[in-house]
């Protein structure tokens, strides 16, 4: 996977580390050089550019066309309103905005222009890789409980648990519909799959149900 990340704010490094570790090409531009330092003097293998992110000709070099998945968390929400608008001409298929605004989160999800993760109260990248990846996350020691809604992602409806354990790991629980601890061998529509992923394999685990 491709992946654009643009703005080096707060919590974006621990964001392309993740990606990185699951195997994602990263690069991120930002238009800071003090926001992008920890890139291009960390050892995180990614590219950076000193890039103002709304030259549009620019970001078009850099590979916004070609990207598997474009994130806008510049601390300007007008920035990433605007990365998102180039983003969605080019047909990207994943694009998800930080956004400091409620209404204009709102607003580019009813417009169905991206997923907007808002930042008050939770952790940026983690915000940020449940809304690229539809689902809910949370840290369990050295391990991820990875929550799956099978509603919502048709390539889980008959999926059997052994099947499940050779993309995610150990599977916690298949929930129903009602809430109740599923018995049946094959998920089922509307079963929600509580997972629990080892932290160094959780992006390759999302990337194999996605």
């Known amino acids: 996977m491709d992946v654009l990340i643009v703005g080096a704010r707060r919590g974006a490094y621990e964001l392309a580390e993740e990606l990185r570790k699951g195997g994602c090409k990263v690069v ?11 890139f291009s003097e960390g050892s995180l293998d990614v590219g950076s550019y000193k890039v103002d992110p709304l030259d549009y000709s620019r970001l078009k070099e850099i590979g916004i066309t070609e990207a598997d998945a474009v994130i806008a968390m510049h601390p300007s929400d007008a920035v990433n309103v605007t990365v998102s608008v180039y983003a969605k001409r080019h047909n990207v298929p994943k694009i998800v905005a930080v956004l400091s605004d409620d209404k204009v ?19 940026i990248a983690r915000g940020v890789l449940e809304a690229l990846f539809g689902v809910k996350i949370v840290e369990v020691g050295d391990s991820y409980l990875v929550v799956l809604d099978s509603s919502e992602r048709e390539s889980l ?20 519909k009602e809430g109740e601890r599923s018995e049946r061998e094959r998920v089922a529509r509307g079963d929600v799959i509580l997972a629990l992923v080892p932290r160094a394999e959780l992006i390759k685990a999302l990337r194999s149900i996605s």
């Open 28 to 38: 991120v531009v930002d238009d800071d050089e003090r926001r992008l330092a920890p």
């Open 157 to 176: 409806v008959g999926a059997s648990v052994r099947e499940l354990e050779e993309k995610l790991g150990r599977v916690i629980a298949i929930l129903d």
């Open 105 to 123: 989160g709102e607003a580019l999800v009813e417009t169905e222009i991206t997923k907007a993760v808002l930042t008050s109260g939770r952790q």
